[in-house]
């Protein structure tokens, strides 16, 4: 090895060395890592639909605080009940920080998902939890702005059922992604990461 390759070894270890002592300064001073550095994302975006009290929501209605948005539909038999039952627990768990946060619960079964239907089916959660509904081409345009699939299903006997992403997307105060937002963790864990964001 040459003396110049060790000297930019050198610098370059220097380096790395200089970037983790600054977090680690950080985290034993304010007790947390650095604020979330949030980048420019693909996901999201202006949407218009119809809560579930037949009320217009668009995306600038929920700008000025995070806010968690999941997609769904009411006949789902177990991933959407988890996931808003765990949303709920994170809310309550939230305490008064709460009304400082909002969460979108978005159907991609537009067909059978009225507003009625999402306010009855939503009774059963956390009364802050949001439904969302709307024709099929204003469905289609958020799915396509939060980059959701969904398909129809056939069931034997008729009917069907629906398949879809099952990601809960954390948007920040600006209605920007910031990442997938983990319930595989104690509610008072993710209500804890959630603070983050206020």
């Known amino acids: ?27 034993i001073v304010t007790g947390r890592s650095p604020a979330p550095v949030v980048l420019q994302s693909a996901v999201g975006g202006p949407f218009k639909l119809t809560d579930h009290n037949s009320r217009p929501i668009t995306d600038q209605d929920l700008k000025g605080n995070p806010f968690l948005v ?11 009940p988890t996931t808003l039952f765990e949303v709920s627990e994170v809310l309550r768990e939230l305490g008064p920080d709460a009304k400082g946060v909002r969460a979108l619960f978005v159907t991609v079964d537009p067909e059978r998902d009225t507003p009625d239907k999402l306010k009855d089916y939503l009774s059963s959660f956390d009364p802050r939890v949001v439904g969302a509904t709307g024709d099929a081409d204003a469905i289609r345009s958020v799915e ?5 699939y969904s398909k129809k299903v056939p069931l034997d006997g008729g009917g069907y059922t629906m398949d879809h992403t099952t990601i809960v997307y954390l948007m920040n105060k600006e209605g920007r992604f910031v990442a997938p937002f983990s319930l595989k963790r104690r509610p008072k864990d993710a209500a804890d990461d959630l603070r983050r964001y206020l």
């Open 1 to 27: 090895m040459g003396p110049r390759t060790a000297r930019l070894l050198l610098l370059l270890g220097a380096f790395v060395a200089g970037l983790v002592l600054f977090f680690a300064v950080i985290f």
């Open 70 to 80: 999941f997609f769904g539909f009411t006949h789902c038999p177990d991933v959407c």
């Open 144 to 148: 396509r702005a939060y980059r959701v």
